[in-house]
Structures are given as structure tokens and as C-alpha cells.
Nanobody
Framework: QVQLVESGGGLVQAGGSLRLSCTASGIILSINAMGWYRQAPGKQRELVATITGGGSTNYADSVKGRFTISRDNAKNAVSLQMNSLKPEDTGVYYC??????WGVGVNDYWGQGTQVTVSS
């Protein structure tokens, strides 16, 4: 059973920084893209940033220049460094991974979510 576990959310003032981390565990053969998504109250879940196994990144326009996604392939981990946070960044942040596991093939897995709250 593959699991993604996130950490690092919290409450921060506008202009501050937070770092989110996510680690995949289980019988993992390989991980394709990993990413972060967020869901604000009353809104649909949206992409924040993704990163391929080769390190190519993609960001939502709203976070470009402020957020940085990175991954450690040896540790099956992905991180999101968030700087210059704004109140509109508030939401539950979810880690996602396209993971190939034994006997299952490639599936999309999600973490349980971590709350990020930015006060004005």
C-alpha cells in the first residue's frame, strides 16, 4: 500500500514563508511526476506546482516567483518552499504522486492534506 504523508503546514503572517514536505512510502518501483495542489474553502482543488522525475517544473501563474518545488528521488520526497505568502494562498495543500508500485501499475496517489493559513 502506497501512502503519501505531508508535513509543514501552519499559520503564518502575510509576507512570511513556509516549507511543505511530502514523503511516499510503500512498495514503490518508480515515481513519475509529483506535485502540490491546494483547495481553498468553497473552491475547487487547483494545481500549485508539479515536478517530473527529471526535474522539469510547472507552476500556477499565481505562485510563480514565490514558490519553489523540489524533489529528492532517493527519498521519494517532494517539497514546496513558499515565500512571500499572501492571504489568498490559504487552503489545504495536498501532495500528489504518479507512482508505480508492485503488481498495481501506475496510480495517482494523494496525501491527506495539510492546512496553510496566511493572515493579513
Amino acid at each position: 500500500q502506497v501512502q503519501l504523508v505531508e508535513s509543514g503546514g501552519g499559520l503564518v503572517q502575510a509576507g512570511g514563508s513556509l516549507r511543505l514536505s511530502c514523503t511516499a512510502s510503500g512498495i514503490i518501483l518508480s515515481i513519475n511526476a509529483m506535485g502540490w495542489y491546494r483547495q481553498a474553502p468553497g473552491k475547487q482543488r487547483e494545481l500549485v506546482a508539479t515536478i517530473t522525475g527529471g526535474g522539469s517544473t510547472n507552476y500556477a501563474d499565481s505562485v510563480k516567483g514565490r514558490f519553489t518545488i523540489s524533489r529528492d528521488n532517493a527519498k521519494n520526497a517532494v517539497s514546496l518552499q513558499m515565500n512571500s505568502l499572501k492571504p489568498e494562498d490559504t487552503g489545504v495543500y495536498y501532495c500528489n504522486g504518479a507512482i508505480r508500485s508492485w503488481g498495481v501499475g501506475v496510480n495517482d496517489y494523494w496525501g491527506q492534506g495539510t492546512q496553510v493559513t496566511v493572515s493579513s
